[in-house]
T-cell receptor, first 114, second 113 residues
Framework: KNQVEQSPQSLIILEGKNCTLQ??????????LRWYKQDTGRGPVSLTIMTFSENTKSNGRYTATLDADTKQSSLHITASQLSDSASYICVVSAILDSNYQLIWGAGTKLIIKP | DADVTQTPRNRITKTGKRIMLECSQT?????MYWYRQDPGLGLQLIYY???????NKGEISDGYSVSRQAQAKFSLSLESAIPNQTALYFC????????????FGPGTRLTVL
């Protein structure tokens, strides 16, 4: 069964500190992996997308990694800011019958404290 | 102005009532989606539409129906609401491109008493 699991479920860190969020998936056949940020009361917004051939991609203070062999991805946040408080959702896309199926993780809730 | 809008933003209704959630977009995207989000769970796809004449069931379509009135409008209906349909509902849009990013509306918080 195609699944996406994220850890930790929630995380509290102090402003200015770094953190890493994990995403493990059992999705086949794999197409791509995307990280979304969801602020409280808002819809998710895409941060970055990782395709099969990409290992690392940065978007400002966010750096995503992908290990297609172990089926793991991580999202590293550097020098956290209060505005980083949000849920971070990992979504993996599978190709099924020429259509793309999205399998959503439950998300990691990140709280940044001053 | 927001690219994807949803109305209402909040709704409280009673068991057995029919309710409609509406979604409009100004992004010019062909594809539109309805998702449901419950605490501790990933987003679940209810219905999706790749163009005005194309409607497809998602993983949890039972108890829901949709209407694609135009390229820019996609409505979700609960024919007879029940308490376990209490959730946050999101509309999303995307292009036809490969690796297409989905753009989400602000969500509708629905409570069924």
């Amino acid at each position: 069964k195609n699944q996406v699991e994220q850890s930790p479920q929630s995380l509290i860190i102090l402003e200015g500190k770094n953190c890493t969020l994990q995403c493990n998936y059992t999705v086949s056949p794999f197409s791509n992996l995307r990280w979304y940020k969801q602020d409280t009361g808002r819809g998710p917004v895409s941060l970055t997308i990782m395709t099969f051939s990409e290992n690392t991609k940065s978007n400002g203070r966010y750096t995503a990694t992908l290990d297609a062999d172990t089926k793991q991805s991580s999202l590293h946040i550097t020098a956290s800011q209060l505005s980083d408080s949000a849920s971070y959702i990992c979504v993996v896309s599978a190709i099924l019958d020429s259509n793309y199926q999205l399998i959503w993780g439950a998300g990691t809730k990140l709280i940044i404290k001053p | 102005d927001a690219d994807v809008t949803q109305t209402p933003r909040n709704r409280i209704t009673k068991t057995g009532k029919r309710i409609m959630l509406e979604c409009s977009q100004t992004k010019g995207h062909d594809r539109m989606y309805w998702y449901r989000q419950d605490p501790g769970l990933g987003l679940q796809l209810i219905y999706y539409s790749f163009d005005v004449k194309d409607i497809n069931k998602g993983e949890i379509s039972d108890g829901y129906s949709v209407s694609r009135q135009a390229q820019a409008k996609f409505s979700l209906s609960l024919e007879s609401a029940i308490p376990n349909q209490t959730a946050l509902y999101f509309c999303a849009t995307s292009t036809r491109e490969r690796y297409n990013e989905q753009f989400f509306g602000p969500g509708t918080r629905l409570t069924v008493l």
